[in-house]
């Protein structure tokens, strides 16, 4: 786990903006590649780039080799990567408790997603708050079931337990924490939350699928997971027959358990391009993929309605299941999560 170790990784000093982060209109990532993408790729791999030359910067995105080699247990050995964005004032060996943001990606993506496509290396530096940005892969934010075998990979534990401890005792995160996702990283948030009682103060889903056994998404997920080379039933398990496990990581299942977290989360419905995005056809995946997702963000809130637990929701119309929408989303929503864990303005620290 390259980031997370003792004395190496890929984690960034904020201080200066992350370029334009990213606001090309780059598909959105989380459902399978299909019908035409004329819009242009993201603009912050660029940025990146120059980034690389600032003097502040640390060594980024660096395995660790020989004995440094940290590979952990929940992957089974695998090495993987995690982002961190550090407070500027943030020393390493000082103690400290730092307030927690995971930002968690979608699918056919990596941990490198929410810096290459958004602005929040600029949104995270009017805060004194640590934002986590772990590796996920097409894992789909769970510990597989492997036909109720178990075994590797645990995504989940790898997040949650793994990940989540070494921050801490290497970093000096304290225990107020947020997460923050897009597509199926906004399931995994939810999902985190419900199934880890006490993890997350708030969970924001950006066009998440958040009832898993609604009509038509078991075959929906079926079908993006099999379109990433993976065995679909070896994740949850098959459809009806393995139901249990579905409802055991289903955020409309585990509704009640959201109670005194902070939610937030939001989803499009017309199948019709919203502003900043790019040129498709009617038919694109990212049109069609929404409105099935709108609805089941619907679903949701009717269910969240029914067992009287606050949320804040905003079902819009126009918007494809992409960034352009999932910038604007979070944007509203990062004060919030900042308020959740009482992260303090740079400026307002620095005053004290």
């Not at 590649?33 to 120059?50: K, L, S, T, V, W």
């Not at 055991?248 to 900043?276: C, E, I, M, N």
Request: glycine share 14%; charged share 25%; net charge positive.
């Amino acid at each position: 786990m390259a980031p997370l170790g003792r004395d190496r990784g890929d984690h960034r000093r904020r201080g200066r903006r992350n370029g334009n982060g990213g606001r090309g209109h780059r598909a959105g990532r989380g459902v399978p590649r299909r019908g035409p993408r004329r819009g242009g790729q993201a603009r912050g791999g660029a940025a990146a780039r120059r980034r690389r030359g600032e003097d502040h910067r640390r060594e980024a995105d660096r395995r660790r080799r020989g004995g440094h080699h940290h590979r952990l247990p929940a992957l089974g050995g695998k090495s993987v990567k995690t982002r961190l964005l550090l407070p500027k004032n943030w020393q390493r060996g000082a103690k400290g408790n730092w307030p927690v943001v995971y930002a968690f990606h979608g699918g056919q993506d990596n941990y490198t997603s929410w810096t290459r496509n958004t602005d929040i290396e600029a949104w995270a530096a009017k805060y004194n708050v640590i934002v986590v940005m772990p590796e996920g892969a097409d894992g789909s934010y769970t510990d597989w079931y492997n036909y109720g075998k178990g075994g590797s990979p645990k995504w989940e534990t790898f997040h949650t337990a793994e990940v989540r401890q070494l921050i801490e005792r290497n970093y000096g995160a304290g225990g107020l924490r947020a997460a923050i996702g897009n597509s199926s990283g906004a399931q995994g948030a939810f999902s985190y939350a419900a199934r880890h009682p006490g993890l997350f103060k708030y969970a924001a889903s950006l066009s998440g699928i958040l009832s898993m056994r609604g009509i038509g998404i078991p075959a929906m997920l079926m079908f993006t997971n099999a379109g990433n080379g993976q065995d679909p039933f070896a994740i949850w398990g098959v459809p009806r027959a393995d139901d249990a496990n579905w409802a055991a990581h289903d955020p409309y299942a585990l509704a009640d358990k959201l109670r005194g977290v902070g939610l937030f989360f939001s989803a499009g419905t017309t199948g019709r391009p919203g502003p900043g995005d790019p040129d498709v056809a009617p038919w694109d995946i990212g049109l069609l993929s929404e409105i099935a997702i709108g609805a089941n963000n619907k679903e949701f809130k009717k269910r969240l309605d029914e067992l009287n637990v606050p949320y804040t929701a905003h079902i819009y119309d126009d918007g494809r299941h992409n960034w352009p929408a999932w910038i604007r989303e979070a944007q509203f929503v990062w004060p919030k999560l900042m308020q959740a864990v009482n992260a303090q303005t740079t400026a307002a620290a620095a005053r004290r």
